[in-house]
């Protein structure tokens, strides 16, 4: 239960969109004699493996179908 209830919660929640104090961005066309330059990293360019992929498409509705699916494999219990 407490599981399900966090999932819910961090579904629910709004995003998060304000700016950390401790982050200060400087606009680059207010410093005087900045260049810029591009610099390839190395593992720039690839992409991190994501184990799930495109196979949940909203995990809200995942959710909701796999409790629907474990209240008819256990009815009474769950």
Known sequence: TPLLQALI???ELPEDD???DDEHFIDIEDT???QTAFSQLAFAGRKEHD???DAVG???ILLAQ???KLSTA???RV
Do not use: A
């Open 9 to 11: 919660g961090l579904f």
């Open 18 to 20: 304000s700016i950390p």
């Open 32 to 34: 005087p004699g900045y």
């Open 51 to 53: 184990p799930i992929g």
């Open 58 to 60: 909203n995990p809200k």
């Open 66 to 68: 796999s409790l629907h």
């Open 74 to 76: 256990c009815p009474g």
